[in-house]
């Protein structure tokens, strides 16, 4: 069971600003249905631009719901500049705190807020659509909103990411691209984390580099290939070249690619030899890489 | 504020006289069975005759009953044992909607050069008999439940069992859900193998059951000393064992009685809540089911959000939503029978027991309305009509 705070229950359970504004001035829609949680904000300025009133709706778990509630408390009586620098991180302290796994909840939060400003911005015509480059494809995040809980909350690994917007949560295809962006904003505090060299085997020879291989890709690439319905075979290995095929869900991910070099290659890296590289099985590759289109 | 318990699944009260049983096992008769002095000794006859009364259940000889510490290490020990014992045969079938204890145990066989059939299943959670018949060649195992945890759908056991023993495989199924709900005779069945756990059925947390029937080969998992036969070292939890003993006698005497009972609170509830509550669906099965569980989901709402509201009222559910686990991804086994997300991410789980009584149902049939409003005027999702 989550450990919520007693505020988060009151709003939860009473939640304010229930509904939706007639006629308002921003509309901010963010998540989905099958994304698991989605929240509408609308709200409404007086003459100063100064919000005078919000309303949201959710669908969400109890941290959703009371995220949303204490967002529209939050932002009453802001001027729309003041309301632009509200964080997830005020959010969630506004709360007492939100479980690790749930930081997502105040991002979203944020999100619809940020939207909402936006929407109010450019006329109320134009739904509010994303900025930057989906990075992950499972729950639609960008490069851009990325960057941000990394930056906003200090994130220094890709857990943190998926617990703070989702991202790398689904297929997990993303996840190597997460990385790179941490180590690139965050330089500072991953050189802070103590880095461990793999422990390598020395020279080896074909025989025992392809029994390596073999058993890296089942002990280390198979079981997280097997927890979203996918699965890979060794096909052959020619020199520093290892021949893999992908199979059931990853056949058809048209991330297939980026899993091959962030895990697989990566993997094979860490515990066989910096030399190789993979390459995809021409079969297998023939098939179409599109099941999310 | 009263608790009314609706989360049998997942774990059952242990019976008054269950525990009776167990309380001069801590601090009077502690002795170990293994022992050579009467005050030990003595506690072999107790182990005896809880074995007794297991058989008793399931229908089989006390010698064919192994007491373990619960349904996770009997799949283990079953799978991995029988594996064990025919190192020749490669390839295991089980389904997609299988427990966690046996499901990740196939996949990291996998790993060591296993190949493993994930059966699938219809939209009602049922599995196509001709498909497993054109998989089993050469197979050294099948693994397949008796009654799922989440939405109670039961397997024709009995069938598949025929069918895969007729083949010269071993067949084990996982019948954590089923042992004290569905009537047994194991004499009768071709079940090589059959897992259960004492605390689904009003015994303590920590004991359970492997049932190996006569002449299967079988490699012990826990290796030590000669308890149970050989087949399971390590010291008997003798408490755990004989309160297993008994709840398994109080089920053999009012698995009817009691079914019959628990039946018609659960059709009761189940018929409220689909009539009261406008866009809700049954997950699985509605013919072939366990007597106690109905999976329900409430579209556009969410689960997690559904189970604190009821938790509010001292109502105790479960739910196959993403939420509750931590993880970002709904029920496995809703997924699996095709259940669209919308309605995945709202699932109820009501799990009864024999303790349950119509004040309880007629109580929560009351509330579930409102709590699904309350979060549906809530929702983005719902158009102001369906409210």
Same mark, same amino acid.
């Given at each position: 069971?989550?450990?919520?705070?007693?505020?988060?229950?009151?709003?939860?359970?009473?939640?304010?600003?229930?509904g939706?504004?007639?006629?308002?001035?921003?509309?901010?829609?963010?998540?989905?249905?099958?994304?698991?949680?989605?929240?509408?904000?609308t709200?409404?300025?007086?003459?100063?631009?100064?919000?005078?009133?919000?309303?949201?709706?959710?669908?969400?778990?109890a941290?959703?719901?009371?995220?949303?509630?204490v967002?529209?408390?939050? #932002?009453?009586g802001?001027? /729309?500049?003041?309301?632009?620098? &509200? %964080? $997830?991180?005020?959010i !969630?302290?506004?709360?007492? +705190?939100?479980?690790?796994?749930?930081?997502?909840?105040?991002?979203?939060?944020r999100?619809?807020?940020?939207?909402a400003?936006?929407?109010?911005?450019?006329?109320?015509?134009?739904?509010h659509?994303?900025?930057?480059?989906?990075?992950c494809?499972?729950?639609?995040?960008?490069d851009?909103?990325?960057?941000?809980? #990394?930056?906003?909350?200090? /994130?220094?690994?890709?857990?943190? &990411? %998926? $617990?703070?917007?989702? !991202?790398?949560?689904?297929? +997990?295809?993303?996840?190597?691209?997460?990385?790179?962006?941490?180590?690139?904003?965050?330089?500072?505090?991953?050189?802070?984390?103590?880095?461990?060299?793999?422990?390598?085997?020395?020279?080896?020879t074909?025989i025992?580099?392809?029994?390596?291989?073999?058993?890296?890709?089942?002990?280390?690439?198979?079981?997280?290939?097997?927890?979203?319905?996918?699965?890979?075979?060794?096909?052959?290995?020619?020199?520093?070249?290892?021949?893999?095929?992908?199979?059931?869900?990853?056949?058809?991910?048209?991330l297939?690619?980026?899993?091959?070099?962030?895990?697989?290659?990566?993997?094979?890296?860490?515990?066989?030899?910096?030399?190789?590289?993979?390459?995809?099985?021409?079969?297998?590759?023939?098939?179409?890489?599109?099941?999310?289109? | 504020?009263?608790?009314?318990?609706?989360?049998?699944?997942?774990?059952?009260?242990?019976?008054?006289?269950?525990?009776?049983?167990?309380?001069?096992?801590?601090?009077?008769?502690?002795?170990?069975?293994?022992?050579?002095?009467?005050?030990?000794?003595?506690?072999?006859?107790?182990?005896?005759?809880?074995r007794?009364?297991?058989?008793?259940?399931?229908g089989?000889?006390?010698?064919e009953?192994i007491?373990?510490?619960?349904?996770?290490?009997?799949?283990?020990a079953?799978?991995?044992?029988?594996?064990?014992?025919l190192?020749?045969?490669?390839?295991?079938?089980?389904?997609?909607?299988?427990?966690?204890?046996?499901?990740?145990?196939?996949?990291?066989?996998?790993?060591?050069?296993?190949?493993?059939?994930?059966?699938?299943?219809?939209?009602?959670?049922?599995?196509?008999?001709?498909?497993l018949?054109?998989?089993?060649?050469?197979?050294?195992?099948?693994?397949?439940?008796?009654a799922?945890?989440?939405?109670?759908?039961?397997?024709?056991?009995?069938?598949?069992?025929?069918?895969?023993?007729d083949?010269?495989?071993?067949?084990?199924?996982?019948?954590?859900?089923?042992?004290?709900?569905?009537?047994?005779?194991?004499?009768?069945?071709?079940?090589?193998?059959?897992?259960?756990?004492?605390h689904?059925?009003?015994?303590?947390?920590?004991?359970?059951?492997?049932y190996?029937?006569?002449?299967t080969?079988?490699?012990?998992?826990?290796?030590?000393?000669?308890?149970?036969a050989?087949?399971?070292?390590g010291?008997?939890?003798?408490?755990?064992?004989?309160?297993?003993?008994?709840?398994?006698?109080?089920?053999?005497?009012?698995?009817?009685?009691?079914?019959?009972?628990?039946?018609?609170?659960?059709?009761?509830?189940e018929?409220?809540?689909l009539?009261?509550?406008?866009?809700?669906?049954?997950n699985?099965d509605?013919?072939?089911?366990?007597?106690?569980?109905t999976?329900?989901?409430?579209?556009?709402?969410?689960?997690?959000?559904?189970?604190?509201?009821?938790?509010?009222?001292?109502?105790?559910?479960?739910s196959?939503?993403?939420?509750?686990?931590g993880?970002l991804e709904?029920?496995?086994?809703?997924?699996?029978m095709?259940?669209p997300?919308?309605?995945?991410?709202?699932?109820?789980?009501f799990?009864?027991?024999?303790?349950?009584?119509?004040?309880?149902?007629?109580?929560?049939?009351?509330?579930?309305?409102?709590?699904?409003?309350?979060?549906?005027?809530?929702?983005?999702?719902?158009?102001?009509?369906?409210?």
């Amino acid at each position: 069971m989550w450990e919520y705070t007693d505020k988060l229950k009151d709003h939860f359970f009473n939640p304010r600003n229930v509904g939706e504004i007639e006629d308002p001035d921003g509309v901010g829609e963010v998540g989905s249905l099958a994304c698991g949680d989605a929240l509408k904000l609308t709200f409404k300025l007086d003459a100063n631009r100064r919000i005078t009133d919000a309303k949201f709706k959710t669908f969400g778990c109890a941290s959703a719901i009371a995220t949303s509630s204490v967002l529209t408390e939050m #932002i009453k009586g802001l001027t /729309l500049n003041e309301a632009m620098k &509200v %964080t $997830n991180k005020d959010i !969630a302290e506004y709360l007492g +705190g939100l479980p690790e796994q749930k930081m997502h909840c105040s991002v979203m939060g944020r999100e619809a807020l940020e939207a909402a400003i936006e929407n109010y911005q450019i006329g109320g015509k134009k739904k509010h659509e994303l900025e930057g480059n989906v990075i992950c494809t499972c729950f639609g995040v960008t490069d851009k909103e990325i960057e941000r809980v #990394i930056r906003e909350n200090n /994130l220094t690994t890709v857990e943190e &990411v %998926t $617990n703070y917007c989702k !991202a790398g949560g689904g297929c +997990g295809g993303c996840q190597g691209e997460i990385e790179k962006m941490i180590e690139k904003i965050q330089p500072d505090e991953i050189k802070q984390a103590p880095v461990t060299v793999a422990r390598r085997a020395g020279k080896l020879t074909n025989i025992q580099k392809i029994q390596l291989i073999q058993q890296t890709i089942n002990e280390q690439i198979r079981p997280a290939l097997r927890t979203h319905g996918g699965n890979i075979e060794l096909i052959d290995v020619e020199g520093n070249k290892v021949v893999v095929a992908f199979r059931g869900m990853c056949a058809q991910c048209r991330l297939a690619e980026l899993t091959m070099k962030d895990v697989v290659e990566a993997k094979l890296r860490e515990f066989v030899s910096e030399q190789l590289f993979v390459e995809e099985d021409k079969e297998s590759a023939k098939q179409p890489h599109n099941h999310r289109e | 504020m009263k608790t009314i318990y609706f989360d049998n699944n997942a774990t059952t009260k242990v019976a008054e006289q269950v525990f009776e049983e167990m309380r001069p096992l801590f601090c009077e008769l502690y002795g170990n069975p293994s022992s050579m002095h009467t005050f030990g000794g003595q506690m072999g006859r107790r182990i005896r005759q809880a074995r007794e009364q297991v058989a008793n259940l399931l229908g089989c000889e006390p010698s064919e009953v192994i007491f373990t510490s619960g349904g996770t290490e009997s799949d283990n020990a079953a799978i991995k044992g029988t594996l064990a014992a025919l190192p020749h045969r490669r390839k295991v079938i089980t389904t997609r909607v299988e427990h966690p204890a046996v499901l990740t145990v196939c996949r990291e066989l996998e790993n060591h050069g296993y190949t493993v059939v994930e059966l699938p299943v219809d939209k009602q959670g049922r599995l196509d008999l001709a498909e497993l018949e054109e998989q089993i060649d050469d197979t050294a195992l099948v693994t397949i439940m008796y009654a799922n945890n989440e939405t109670g759908v039961v397997f024709p056991i009995d069938k598949i069992a025929e069918l895969v023993t007729d083949r010269g495989v071993i067949f084990h199924t996982d019948a954590v859900q089923a042992i004290g709900k569905i009537p047994l005779d194991l004499s009768k069945s071709n079940i090589d193998l059959l897992s259960f756990s004492g605390h689904k059925l009003h015994a303590p947390k920590g004991v359970g059951v492997l049932y190996v029937r006569k002449g299967t080969r079988l490699s012990p998992f826990m290796l030590g000393g000669h308890q149970e036969a050989g087949k399971r070292a390590g010291t008997e939890n003798v408490p755990g064992i004989v309160g297993l003993g008994k709840a398994c006698e109080l089920a053999s005497k009012n698995i009817e009685q009691e079914n019959n009972k628990v039946k018609k609170l659960r059709d009761k509830l189940e018929k409220a809540i689909l009539e009261k509550c406008p866009d809700s669906r049954l997950n699985g099965d509605k013919e072939n089911r366990l007597p106690n569980t109905t999976n329900i989901s409430f579209e556009y709402i969410e689960g997690e959000a559904i189970l604190l509201m009821l938790d509010k009222y001292g109502i105790c559910a479960s739910s196959g939503s993403a939420c509750t686990s931590g993880s970002l991804e709904p029920s496995h086994v809703l997924r699996a029978m095709g259940v669209p997300f919308t309605a995945a991410h709202g699932s109820i789980r009501f799990s009864l027991s024999r303790y349950n009584t119509e004040e309880e149902v007629d109580y929560t049939i009351e509330k579930i309305p409102g709590i699904v409003k309350q979060l549906r005027e809530l929702s983005p999702f719902v158009a102001s009509k369906a409210k």
